[in-house]
C-alpha cells in the first residue's frame, strides 16, 4: 500500500503544506534512509510506536512493556548481541490473545529455543485455547473478561 502511494503521488498537485511535507519525507529519505518515524520504527524495531507502560525489577532482572501490533523482535536481537553472555528471554503477548504470543530465547543475538503460537488460522481449536489461556495468563487478564480495547 506504501508502495503505491508513494508511485500515485503527484507533486504539482499538492496543496503549499502537502508539499512542504512531501520534500521534507525526501530529507529524511536522504538523511537516515526513512522516509517519516513509522517506517523507521517498523523496520528496526518492529513495531510501530516506542514501548509504553514500562514495569522494571532490576532486582529480578526483569522488565515488562506494551508496544504496538507486534514483539519488538529486531530491538531485542539486537539488545542481546550487545549482552553476548546474557541469556534473554522474551515473553510476549498482544491484544488478539492467542494469535500472537509466545516465548523466545535469545543468547548473543541467535535463538537458543522458541514456541510462539501459530497463525490464528492454522491452529485446531485447542492450540487457539491453549494460547489464548497463556496469553491471558503472561497479560494478567482474567478469563471472563471480555476482549473490547
Known sequence: MQQSNH??????????EGFE???????NKRSCGYFHT????????????NAYDQVIDLDAGELSFDTAWSCPMPLLVELSKRHPDAEITVRY??????????????KAGETVSSEVAGRWDGMSEQEQQQWTAWARE???????????E
Open 138 to 148: 503472561l497479560k494478567g487478564w482474567p478469563e471472563n473478561e471480555e476482549d473490547d
Open 38 to 49: 513509522m517506517e523507521f520504527a517498523r523496520d528496526v524495531w518492529g513495531t510501530k510506536w
Open 93 to 106: 503477548a498482544d491484544e488478539d490473545l492467542g494469535s500472537n504470543c509466545g516465548t523466545v530465547r535469545l
Open 21 to 27: 511535507q512531501f520534500v521534507q519525507m525526501l530529507r
Open 7 to 16: 508511485t500515485r503521488v503527484d507533486a504539482l498537485k499538492l496543496s503549499d
